[in-house]
């Protein structure tokens, strides 16, 4: 019995160590994400636009979103696959936000908060063009993105 059960300790032992490899060789073929600390990137919401940086380097980022308005407000952080921003806004003006969004992947959203408060979350950003999109409604109805309140991001690999 005690034979047994160091043997399958021991075999354990060599799985972990084989994923250990396994993921450290990974890390290091593909550069897309610099190994960094996480940076925090600010974002603020007002009545109908966001305060951020504009460009930023890939990596972990934690994004810190205050809602500096007087109303509610949203953050989806959407990144462009194939399409430039002006496509993509080109698009949404004439088909909608829906259609829009096909040629984008989300990497970020916190829901809506009210005035004066704070979001965190953490993403993992790669390199390319990307979108904050707040949709709350304003009072009378109307998503606030269709008043203007989108910004975009750049995420650099350098
Ligand atoms: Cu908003």
């Given at each position: 019995?005690?034979?047994?059960?160091?043997?399958?300790?021991?075999?354990l032992?060599?799985a972990?160590?084989?994923?250990?490899?396994?993921?450290?060789?990974?890390?290091?073929?593909?550069?897309?994400?610099?190994?960094?600390e996480?940076?925090?990137?600010?974002?603020?919401a007002?009545?109908?636009y966001?305060?951020?940086a504009?460009?930023?380097?890939?990596g972990?980022?934690?994004?810190?979103?205050?809602?500096?308005?007087?109303?509610?407000?949203?953050m989806?952080?959407?990144?462009?696959?194939?399409?430039?921003?002006?496509?993509?806004?080109?698009?949404?003006?004439?088909?909608?936000?829906?259609?829009?969004?096909?040629?984008?992947?989300?990497?970020?959203?916190?829901?809506?908060?009210?005035?004066?408060?704070t979001?965190?979350?953490?993403?993992?950003l790669?390199?390319?063009?990307y979108?904050?999109?707040?949709?709350?409604?304003?009072?009378d109805?109307?998503?606030?993105?269709?008043?203007?309140?989108?910004?975009?991001l750049?995420?650099?690999?350098?």
């Amino acid at each position: 019995m005690p034979r047994c059960l160091t043997s399958r300790t021991h075999l354990l032992g060599i799985a972990a160590l084989a994923l250990t490899a396994f993921w450290g060789c990974g890390d290091n073929g593909s550069s897309e994400t610099p190994d960094r600390e996480p940076i925090v990137l600010e974002v603020s919401a007002h009545e109908y636009y966001f305060l951020a940086a504009e460009t930023i380097t890939a990596g972990p980022t934690t994004l810190l979103f205050k809602n500096e308005g007087q109303e509610d407000h949203e953050m989806a952080l959407v990144q462009l696959d194939g399409v430039s921003t002006e496509e993509f806004h080109g698009r949404w003006h004439q088909e909608g936000l829906v259609s829009a969004l096909e040629s984008t992947n989300e990497r970020a959203y916190l829901e809506a908060i009210g005035p004066g408060e704070t979001g965190q979350m953490e993403a993992d950003l790669e390199d390319g063009e990307y979108v904050f999109i707040c949709q709350t409604p304003t009072p009378d109805g109307t998503p606030h993105g269709d008043k203007g309140m989108t910004k975009v991001l750049t995420v650099t690999s350098e």
